[in-house]
């Protein structure tokens, strides 16, 4: 990083000095983390207001062609004035450093970059940016090709290099949560994935918990109480346990219910945002929804996995706490840039997602609140009660299995705070310099 010219060696006093985690990487190199909690209570936040969804969305009428670009170590290739880049000082085995460029953790961050990265393909035919994601696409693959090449030049003039994540001449792509398509626009299965691959309730008490549910979104769903008289037969006290062929369609009427555009609201970037997380025992849930015109909150997305043989041997709050990092990561595209709400039913979890240090952190909560520096959140605590779309969804999960990435960023990290290495100090010593 030094040679890079990321982070440079600082000798003078400086004013604030944060302590250092580091991280492997899935490719087995590593990533230094800082802790920029403190400085981020005095950090002034860029207002860059993104275009809708729609608008967005009009402007691919007639493409065929489609090429996604994503630029490598993103914040990196954004200096820092002298005067802030001492703000960002660390301390290390080998001293302090400061960043030269911008780095993950400062909350202003996302939004400062997606402006720069606006302008810089605003006089460009072809090419959306939103949040960090650059889409070209053209009518035909000449058209395509062409405007390829002059955004490459662009990014080229800039400086701005790109990774390998890439992806070059497709006829589909997933944009701003939309499948676009040569033939048009698709919603994107995946935001429906975990409410039409539930599965089947299998006892009173899964009944009970779909149809909590389904009455806490009643206001978006038409004859509702028609569609759910064959499941509510089975919670009277003297009707037997019958999964029927009028359950089953009610089941799939449902689920149909749910995920349809009576319910399921148009993503906003500018919309006021919560996202919502679960864990029980054997999987995890979230639902991310958003205020809309009228002041009421509908769903976006619905999102669910079981959790992994290892994962069930975890304490509570660490599913607690992997559950609400799994959602933000697996929301990253619509949630990047975004002040929004992160609730929880698990009370404990607020000061260790929130306003705890680092260096005060058990190993494994560590690992998650890590991942969520590169989120600008407020996390709040709702009672278990009204949790009841998440609840729903963690105890009926779709047998997905992590990623490889979400896997190895499961390994172990190493803590170095200030008391490390050849600057011994106290831990009290390391709050006052904050």
Not at 231 to 252: H, I, M
Not at 302 to 316: G, V
Not at 404 to 410: D, F, G, P, Y
């Amino acid at each position: 990083m030094e040679a890079m010219g990321v982070v440079s060696k600082v000798t003078q006093p400086t004013d604030w000095c944060a302590g250092m985690v580091v991280v492997p990487k899935t490719n087995g190199k590593i990533r230094i983390c800082v802790d920029l909690t403190h400085l981020n209570k005095g950090v002034k936040r860029e207002r860059h207001i993104l275009p809708s969804v729609d608008q967005t969305l009009a402007q691919l009428s007639g493409a065929k062609v489609f090429s996604k670009l994503d630029a490598r170590s993103g914040f990196w290739q954004i200096p820092l004035a002298r005067e802030s880049a001492l703000l960002t000082t660390f301390i290390t085995p080998y001293g302090r450093y400061c960043f030269n460029r911008l780095p993950f953790g400062i909350s202003s961050a996302p939004e400062h970059f997606q402006r720069r990265m606006s302008q810089m393909l605003e006089s460009q035919d072809g090419v959306l940016c939103h949040a960090d994601d650059i889409l070209v696409f053209g009518r035909n693959e000449e058209e395509h090709n062409a405007r390829l090449r002059q955004v490459l030049q662009k990014l080229k003039e800039e400086g701005l290099t790109l990774n390998e994540k890439c992806e070059f001449g497709r006829d589909s792509m997933i944009f701003v949560g939309h499948k676009v398509t040569a033939t048009g626009i698709e919603p994107d299965p995946g935001k429906v994935k975990a409410i039409m691959d539930m599965p089947e309730p299998q006892n009173v008490a899964d009944v009970r918990r779909l149809l909590g549910m389904a009455n806490y979104l009643m206001k978006f769903i038409p004859q509702l109480a028609t569609i759910t008289t064959p499941l509510k037969d089975l919670l009277g006290d003297r009707n037997e346990w019958c999964w029927g062929t009028s359950q089953v369609k009610a089941f799939q009427h449902l689920k149909l219910a749910l995920s349809s555009p009576q319910v399921l609201a148009q993503y906003s970037p500018t919309a006021e945002t919560r996202v919502a997380a679960d864990a029980s025992s054997y999987g995890i849930g979230a639902v991310l929804t958003q205020k809309q015109a009228d002041e009421k909150w509908r769903p976006i997305i619905y999102i669910s996995r079981s959790l992994t043989n290892t994962e069930k041997r975890y304490a509570q709050i660490e599913k607690e706490a992997l559950a609400a990092t799994w959602a933000c990561e697996r929301l990253y595209s619509y949630l990047l840039g975004l002040r929004f709400t992160l609730i929880t039913d698990h009370k404990p979890l607020l000061p260790l997602l929130g306003s705890r240090g680092l260096d005060e952190l058990p190993p494994r909560i560590l690992r998650f609140r890590l991942r969520l520096l590169r989120f600008s959140y407020e996390i709040l605590h709702v009672p278990g009660k009204s949790l009841i779309t998440a609840d729903t969804l963690s105890r009926a999960p779709i047998n997905d299995t992590p990623t490889a990435t979400e896997r190895q960023l499961e390994k172990d990290v190493v803590p170095i705070n200030s008391c490390a290495g050849e600057y011994p100090c106290s831990k009290d010593v390391v709050h006052r310099c904050h």
